[in-house]
């Protein structure tokens, strides 16, 4: 798929995601909390949760689909609270957490309000992370004090408990509330390793996972997510920032471990929302595909990485949020009929946009008139317009752009003789939904 997972390994490009004990309270828990503070949205009637009805009961989950399993999402504004555990620079925070506080109501984030619930509900495009003009307020570093879990767990964090620990001691100490309606970011500082999970060890098998526990605080469900700082240090091997494994040497911040941080955090984030207990949008487990993973480490369409805007100090960057530019991945949006008629989303979701060609006469002869066609396809309920263009994949274009019709594109052309074979590929223009994506290349024989 992408040239990177060649450099990679897929045991570590794969993002951890896995359920820990006695989520079964979820469904219930979230409709009481909806329901008490009436906060949650109810998508409009008719709308479908799985059109792909061999997706349901997890038989249908593809790479270019994920399936309902029948749990529920995250439909009260959600809350995000970060712990940084260890050293993490006051420069690096206030990247991190300005971004927070503002990714909430674009429409990145909004991609996760197309995953709705048997129960109705549908993740809201709200992040709480509040500012009061002196401090987020959401953030609290687990580092100095005496006492802290720093000081007592140390920079080897033993399993994901230790991590239950961290959260559930924060907020006993009061320093952050206890919120259902929250997700807990435990952010470990560079020289903080975590062995023992059950899944691998930090930086060997994954870099951020996200969870749910009722053992955090009794009887309620706690979602939390744990993000290690990525870099190269004692343990990493390699820097997992989509900059430098795209060849970029900054980030858009030109705070490497801020950005890098920012894009993992996003990932779990919107897992989180879509998929708070493992039981929601993930498909079968293990292995499940949540919404984050399909596009994990996605940041530009197929016309490519150096396709993207360039910050002043040679960064790529996708989106920028608030005045500010930044590097995230893309994320799956779900193919629930009409759930984009409810609002502008996100153009760069991964998998929109996929281009097909095909040839009316393979092989021709030269001097034949043979039509070229581009179907772009779009989400339900959702059908592209704009434009394809034909070109020569060794340069050269083909005829005029043509406009979409009911997602198809034709152009009919007749190939001389110094054109064989003929390597012929489709360029997408994109519209206000769908991004700009290529074909593949089409193999046109073209004999005298
Ligand atoms: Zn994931």
Not at 103 to 120: E, P
Not at 285 to 312: I, K, Q, V, Y
Not at 388 to 410: A, E, K, M, R
């Amino acid at each position: 798929m992408e040239s990177l997972a060649n450099s990679i390994s897929s045991t570590f490009m794969k993002f951890a995601d896995f359920a820990f004990t006695h989520f079964v309270r979820a469904i219930a828990e979230t409709m009481i909390m909806c329901a008490l503070f009436a906060l949650c949205v109810k998508p409009a009637a008719g709308q479908v949760i799985d059109p792909n009805s061999t997706c349901n009961n997890n038989s249908g989950q593809t790479s270019t689909n994920i399936c309902y399993d029948g749990g529920n999402v995250m439909a009260a504004p959600t809350n995000a609270y970060v712990i940084y555990y260890g050293n993490w620079a006051t420069s690096t925070q206030t990247i991190v957490n300005n971004w927070l506080h503002n990714v909430g109501g674009t429409n990145l984030f909004g991609i996760n309000a197309a995953y709705h619930d048997s129960a109705g509900f549908a993740v809201q495009n709200i992040l709480n992370f509040p500012y009061n003009g002196v401090a987020y307020t959401n953030a609290y570093q687990d580092y100095q004090n005496a006492g802290d879990d720093y000081q007592t767990l140390g920079t080897q964090l033993n399993g994901d408990a230790a991590i239950r620990q961290i959260v559930s001691d924060v907020i006993s100490a009061h320093h952050l509330p206890a919120d259902t309606n929250g997700v807990y970011f435990v952010l470990t500082a560079w020289n903080v390793s975590q062995i023992n999970t059950g899944f691998g060890s930090f930086c060997s098998a994954y870099i951020a996972y996200h969870a749910s526990s009722t053992a955090i605080i009794s009887g309620s469900t706690i979602k939390y997510a744990m993000v290690g700082n990525p870099l190269y240090s004692t343990q990493c091997s390699q820097y997992f920032d989509g900059n430098y494994l795209r060849g970029d040497s900054t980030t858009p911040n030109g705070n490497l471990a801020a950005d890098a941080v920012i894009n993992l955090i996003f990932h779990e984030l919107s897992e989180a929302v879509t998929d708070p207990t493992l039981l929601t949008w993930g498909g079968t487990r293990p292995h499940a595909n949540e919404n984050g993973d399909l596009c994990e480490w996605n940041f530009a369409d197929t016309a490519g990485f150096s396709h993207l805007p360039m910050a002043g100090n040679g960064a790529h960057y996708n989106i920028t949020i608030a005045g500010i530019n930044y590097l995230i991945q893309k994320l799956f949006q779900v193919r629930v009929t009409s759930a984009l008629a409810q609002g502008s989303f996100y153009p760069g979701s991964c998998e929109m946009g996929n281009v097909s060609i095909t040839s009316s006469l393979n092989p021709s002869t030269v001097g034949q008139a043979v039509t070229l066609s581009a179907t772009v396809a779009g989400l339900a309920g959702r059908i592209p317009t704009g434009t394809v263009t034909f070109y020569f994949g060794y340069g050269g274009q083909i005829g005029n752009p043509t406009t979409l019709v009911n997602g198809q594109g034709n152009i009919t052309y007749t190939f001389n003789n110094s054109k064989n074979p003929a390597y012929i590929y489709a360029v997408y223009s994109g519209d206000t939904y769908y991004d700009r994506s290529n074909s593949p290349l089409l193999y046109q024989v073209i004999n005298q």
